[in-house]
């Protein structure tokens, strides 16, 4: 089995849906549209050839620059049987940023989605416990979106004196 | 109704079971993490844990920071093994970079890990003795993980969080006395570690404590993301460095050790036999390191000025590399656009790195998988109605890492 033959599994069946498929460094890598993040991870844990059915990690990106598609959430998965791995991608807007969950089909999505939703405020539709996980419960805001930076190391309005840079 | 000895006041809710909180500091959680039990006597009703105590951000930081700031981040994940933690980013970045490390490079690299390997499977197995009553063991090969430590010591100066390697190879070649503490712990480790199998395997308290306890099937722990020894101990043989192989792991003989119950039993075995075969690579890595004579025995980095910090006194004498200085150490190195996956075979498991650069000086964004807080959550489903102190063998028996599980 190869990234050819995937690829042509979920043409066949996606068609038009399958979005940007690309191979950055031997990785197969595509994008679906968002309501069907669900029946692509099915299909693939499924399909008696495919067999993607470990979940090695789901995260998220968040891309600013994008109106309407700013975070994209980012599923790995593994075929231990064949040893390959694909990735895919959903992208959502920013101000309903709703993704049905994948808790139905792996459990060890749980914690990922409540790390995924902590960080980036992605609200993973059907999550049976959708807390955040790492950062204190009281934190109304997502940080690892782009809008809060890091402190820029060049920053000249602080008094380098104060800070033994003086 | 049942009977009380305690009249309880009228009106007041009865609750038969007792809410007991095992963490954040109990010193039987061996790092900072919560389990909040709900018993019924000593048996578990359900268990809930709360991670998160020592989240430190790193891969917020990561984005504010050329590649080589960042492989300290990576000592503090897993601290029981960061030398495994360190060379996985430098594999991440080299992919990402298209470097081609030398062949001395990666047997260097594999001596390295495979060491904190056994540091990190000792301190796991002795701990689950410790847990168990069995404290000698723990003792006992304690040593031989300060022998490790001088090691790591030797090839880059630090013992724990150790900051080891570079991008493109390692900051400066073996000494002869890293060859000696090598030779000295190749020649008494084994000794070591029969007895320590002798002190556990065949004890009757300890089989006792740990077979059925703690068990998981393997379609449960795939379904749960197991990686490494806990997957293995469940009978799945899924080892990174023989299914996708990196640093010329392929060069290598060796078995993937499996159970077949993935019971704390199992994990114990399967780990101690993860020792072995580590130590068995280690001999071959070595025997192949010999191998290089006169000036390949000299090579210890790749050729890539752009990452790999030129010698000290070309900065003070040659142009060039004072200019490769400066740009490295200031983080004006742009790293070229792209996307990339890459694991390593950690000590707790396929410990993985997303790295995604749009051209800038510091990644984009960057995640780590970390094997441990995905397997955490099987947990509940492995204390279910066991004993309160199966509980605590289980948990030091899935080697929790508290630094790995927060990121």
Known sequence: MDNALIRQ?????????????????GMLTFEVPKDMNLKVLQFLYDDPELRFQFLT?????????????????????????????????????????????????????????????????????????????????????????????????????????????? | MTEHHIKLPEGSIEKTTTTLNLGPTHPATHGVFQNILELDGERIVSAEQT????????????????????????????YCSSPINNMGWHLVCEKLLRIKTPKRVDYMRVIVMELARISDHLICNSVVGVDSGAFTGFLYVMQYRELIYEIYEEICG????????????????????????????????????????????????????????????AERALNYGFTGPNLRATGVDYDVRVHSPYSSYEDFDFEIPVGKTGDNYDRFLVRNQEMWQSLNIINQAYKKLKEFKGADAEV????????????????????????????????????????????????????GFYLISDGGRSPYRLHFRRPCFIYYQAYSELTKGSMLSDAVLTMSSLNLIAGEMDA
């Open chain 1, 57 to 166: 990690d789901l995260t998220a990106v968040h891309y600013p620059g994008q109106p309407g598609r700013e975070l994209a959430v980012v599923y790995h998965l593994h075929n231990l049987v064949d040893n390959i791995r694909i990735r895919f991608k959903v992208f959502t807007s920013i101000e309903k940023p709703d993704v049905f969950t994948a808790t139905q089909l792996y459990e060890s999505a749980n914690w990922m989605e409540r790390e995924t939703y902590d960080f980036f405020g992605i609200n993973f539709v059907g999550h049976p416990n959708l807390r955040r996980i790492l950062n204190v419960d009281e934190m109304t805001y997502f940080p690892m979106r782009k809008e809060f930076p890091l402190e820029d190391q060049s920053r000249i309005d602080k008094d380098d004196e104060m800070f033994g840079r003086g």
């Open chain 2, 158 to 217: 630090s013992r724990l969080t150790t900051n080891m390697g570079r991008i493109g190879g390692f900051e400066r070649n073996f000494n002869q006395t890293v060859f000696e503490k090598l030779d000295k712990f190749l020649d008494e480790y084994p000794a070591v570690l029969k007895e320590f199998e002798n002190l556990f395997n065949r004890n009757r308290i300890f089989m006792d404590r740990t077979i059925g306890t703690g068990g998981i099937s």
């Open chain 2, 51 to 78: 991670v998160g105590y020592i989240h430190r951000a790193f891969e917020k930081i990561a984005e504010r920071r050329p590649l080589y700031q960042i492989t300290p981040l990576t000592d503090r994940l897993n």
């Open chain 1, 9 to 25: 599994r979920l043409q066949e069946k996606f068609g038009d849906s399958l979005l940007n498929v690309d191979e950055p460094y």
């Open chain 2, 300 to 351: 210890y980095h790749a050729d890539v000025p752009e990452y790999y910090l030129p010698k000290k006194e070309d900065v003070y004498t040659k142009m060039e590399a004072l200019i490769w200085h400066f740009k490295i150490v200031m983080g004006e190195t742009e790293i070229p656009p792209g996307e990339v996956y890459h694991s390593v075979e950690g000590g707790n498991g396929e410990l």
